[in-house]
Structures are given as C-alpha cells and as structure tokens.
C-alpha cells in the first residue's frame, strides 16, 4: 500500500516545492527558532531570524512560527528553500506528450528527474512545472540523473494514483538498451555472458540503505530483482570501441537494477562510474554519458482503457552502427 504524502500548506514557488522539517518535542532549546539555528548552524542566525520575523516558515496549518513559539507546539515546520546558484545543465528535456493527466518526456543524459543535491532547479521537474505553469506536475516514476529516455508525470492530483497503481501493480512494460564493452571472450557463434546462454535471465538480490550510494548485493537472500537481457548486436562504435548493444526487459524496478546486473554479467555499462567498481568522483564527462536507455513505455490506459505506447528519439553514442 503506497503512503499518502502529507499536505504542504505552502505552495510550490517558482518549480520548486516547500522543504518540510520535522522538531523535536524536547530538548535543550526552549524554542523552535533556537532549534533551527542551532540545527542550521552554518547559516546567519540573523538571516535565519528575518525568516521567522517574515512569517517565511510556517506549521501545519499555516500559521506562521515567531521567534517564541515554544519548542513542542508543532511537530513540523515548512519553508521554501534560498535556491543556490547552479550551472545549467546543457541539455534539454523532450515534450513527446501531454494532455490533462498526463506528460511524457525525453530527458537527457545528466539531467536529474527531481530536485537533490546540488541539483533544484536544473531538475526535470522544475523544468517543466516552470515551462508548462503547473505546480501540481508530480513525476509518477523516475530516471538516475545518469540514464537518459522516457519519463512520466502526473499532470493533476485527481487521477495521479490510477497512473502510479500500474507502476506500484507492475503493470507497465518497461524496455531499456545499452551499450557495454564487448567481452574478450565473445564468440558470436556460441555467444554466452558469465558462462550463461543468451538471452539471460539475471535475478539476485538488491538491497538499496539510506546513506549509501551504492545498493548492496546479497547472494545469500531470496533474488528480489529480474532482468532478461537480450544482445540486439555488437560492433565498433563511432569512437572506435568494440562494444555490445543489448536490450533490457526488468520485470522489477529495483534501484540500480540494470547497471548491477550487467555489471554481474562482466558487461558493465559504458560511462558507469558506480558499477561494477566506485571510482572518484569527477565533473559530468560530457562525452561519455551513461550509455544506458529508457527505451519503451507500454501500459493500458486506466482512465481510457486504450493502450499506450511511448518511444524514445534519443539513441546511444556508443551503439554500434550496425545494430
């Protein structure tokens, strides 16, 4: 059962939603505004305090929290965030298609679905919610800033949840393609990864922690993730590489799931800095993005009943160009 995100009493300004806040009941500040100072320490208190004395963070209600609002009296807070400076990611999403409920779109390489980290409001979902003048613009699944091809959003709350069921419900068939190096001991007469026939059904078990950049593989569990990986063609790749172009069909969505499991494979993707091995980070080499793809969305309408299939229009640097 999906959990029914709570209720913001301010509204999403400028693409970017409200920042909610969880305080302590107790604790060694008899205040709510001594708790986000100290909280926040490596902020002006000063400028912090202008935000209470503006009325700029607010409780459940929407009340605004002075200064001497008492520790305890809510147990959340909301505010809207200073939005940093941020260099543009030069890349530029795809409408494919929109209507009331709903939006599809091509997102490129290095462009993250929503906002994190270092990224708000060179976000997908800012993007659009900006470009389109719709703040209720909520994505219904999502991409790694890394993978580029097909996203959906939720274009208004009245019929979100009947889009999010199919993905909660798996019954949307998702296809992917990448681009790997082409293994040393490839024979295309009797082709096999990791000693299996293709194509291969790979299954294990994906764990993702809270913290780590990385999801944890554990053999010793019972395999919670499935891909069948298909070899489309191998070749050389327009920078000359020998490589191998494969398609992707999860039966589950777990995070990471493609790229570790190619990786087990010895085809880890090209352009993939986690998998199979973490190396340090570096500023996006624009030149070698991720080679990996959403390729295919197909589902039946739930408000319609008609079918829908969506393809991307992008394609993979590295593919070779024969496959």
Not at 102 to 131: C, M, Q, W
Not at 193 to 210: F, K, Q, S, T, W
Request: with cysteine; net charge neutral.
């Amino acid at each position: 059962m999906s959990c029914v995100p709570m209720p913001s009493p301010l509204p999403v300004k400028n693409g970017v939603g409200p920042t909610r806040l969880r305080v302590p009941e107790s604790g060694p500040w008899t205040t709510i505004a001594e708790y986000i100072v100290a909280r926040f320490d490596h902020l002006d208190a000063a400028t912090l305090h202008r935000r209470f004395d503006a009325g700029e963070i607010v409780g459940m209600d929407g009340s605004p929290i002075r200064r001497g609002t008492a520790l305890g009296v809510h147990k959340f807070v909301w505010y809207h965030r200073d939005l940093p400076a941020e260099d543009p990611v030069p890349f530029h999403e795809e409408i494919l298609y929109r209507d009331d409920d709903l939006v599809v779109i091509d997102k490129p390489h290095f462009l993250p679905t929503t906002p994190g980290g270092r990224y708000l409001r060179e976000s997908a979902l800012v993007r659009l919610r900006n470009r389109l003048d719709n703040p209720d613009l909520t994505p219904i699944h999502r991409l790694d800033r890394a993978t580029a091809g097909l996203v959906m959003f939720s274009a208004r709350p009245a019929t979100r949840g009947a889009y999010q069921s199919l993905f909660e419900k798996r019954r949307v068939t998702k296809v992917y393609e990448a681009v790997s190096a082409l293994p040393s001991e490839w024979d295309p007469d009797a082709p096999t990864l990791a000693g299996r026939d293709v194509p291969v059904v790979y299954r294990n078990h994906i764990e993702a922690r809270r913290g780590e950049l990385r999801v944890l593989v554990d053999d010793s569990r019972e395999p919670n993730s499935e891909t069948t990986i298909v070899v489309r063609g191998t070749g050389v790749s327009a920078s000359g590489h020998a490589v191998l172009h494969t398609i992707l069909r999860p039966s589950t969505g777990r995070m990471h799931q493609l790229r570790v499991h190619l990786a087990a494979l010895g085809i880890g993707i090209m352009g993939d800095r986690w998998y199979p091995d973490l190396l340090p980070e570096t500023p996006d080499d624009h030149s070698l993005p991720l080679q990996l793809l959403a390729r295919e969305l197909e589902f039946t309408d739930p408000l319609s009943g008609a079918p829908r299939r969506f393809v991307t229009r992008r394609t993979l640097s590295e593919a070779p160009a024969s496959s």
